[in-house]
């Protein structure tokens, strides 16, 4: 008992540490804070904006939205001491001239929220009264609760993005609007909530980047309903491949152990409902762990696959 109500006090002032964070420095570009974004569906949070060097009114970019936003450019910010560095990874491959000028939105995620703001709704409420019951109950194996006692709202979630999130965007920076330059890209929980991205909302989102999905849901695979049922969803729901690229990658170290056979399985659909090489990509990264600087060290791949010129 004490054990457990200790590592809810480190949750709570982990979440307290990561919401109270200073601005990011940018190695390369700028970026700007849209503080405590109000909403009419999810919790507020703060937005942070990267935009590249050179940025030009006179000029539109595509647009990639990333969860996780306070984990993605500066180590020195973050809970962990560690970022993707999202910053550097672009601002070297755009002075290549490797990919497409991009505007970068970070979207923080809830904190306590993070979980069922990120699950797929759709694939939950397919499950049995005792299968949604099972989920709920999951705990992490420090004894953590998975949901924080929150009830799933990745519906809402998409909602506030679409709906309110991209057009204060669109009508505040110099941005291509289309589905064609609309990208949203994530890790883990973020991976899952992109790929559900992409498919309610195909008429927004032309490609998704999927790093380290995190197919289980929760943090055990034996006698989880989740996978398969995120299977059924991706068979019934996933948009046309002509018009839309999906990205997937995995590693086989730390919590990314669990998804070689699950990814295999993804793969499987995937190939049924005809992607190809041109418009899906799913890497293996042997020996990389489920953490901040395994997504750093691969993140130009995903970039190159959406934003490729």
Same mark, same amino acid.
Request: net charge positive.
């Given at each position: ?78 809970? $962990? ?197 041109? $418009? ?19 993140? $130009? ?9």
């Amino acid at each position: 008992m004490k054990t457990a109500f200790f590592s809810w006090c480190i949750l709570v002032l982990t979440t307290v540490q990561v919401f109270a964070q200073p601005l990011p420095l940018a190695s390369t570009g700028t970026i700007r804070r849209i503080e405590n974004f109000q909403s009419q569906l999810v919790d507020a949070r703060n937005v942070d904006v990267w935009l590249p060097e050179g940025y030009s009114a006179e000029k539109n970019y595509p647009v990639l939205y990333m969860h996780d936003g306070q984990m993605l450019y500066d180590a020195s910010t973050t809970w $962990n001491k560690t970022a993707w560095d999202v910053d550097d990874v672009l601002g070297r491959l755009i002075q290549e001239k490797a990919i497409q000028e991009v505007i970068v939105v970070g979207v923080w995620n809830g904190g306590k929220t993070r979980h069922s703001d990120y699950f797929p709704q759709k694939p939950f409420e397919s499950l049995s009264a005792a299968q949604k019951e099972t989920v709920y109950a999951a705990a992490r194996s420090n004894g953590v609760s998975v949901f924080n006692a929150q009830k799933i709202n990745s519906d809402n979630y998409l909602k506030f993005l679409v709906t309110e999130l991209k057009p204060y965007i669109d009508k505040n920076f110099a941005t291509k609007t289309d589905r064609k330059n609309t990208f949203i890209a994530g890790s883990s929980m973020g991976g899952l909530i992109s790929m559900y991205a992409i498919c309610e909302y195909p008429e927004v989102f032309g490609g998704a980047a999927c790093l380290s999905t995190h197919w289980p849901g929760i943090f055990t695979v034996e006698g989880n309903p989740i996978p398969d049922a995120f299977l059924a969803y991706l068979r019934a729901n996933l948009p046309n491949p002509k018009t839309h690229k999906i990205y997937f990658d995995y590693g086989d170290q730390t919590l990314d152990a669990l998804y070689p056979p699950l990814q295999k399985k993804v793969d499987e659909v995937m190939e049924a409902k005809r992607y190809r090489k041109k $418009n899906w990509l799913t890497r293996f990264f042997p020996g990389e762990e489920h953490s901040e600087k395994a997504w750093n060290k691969r993140l $130009n791949v995903p970039l190159l696959f959406l934003l490729k010129k």
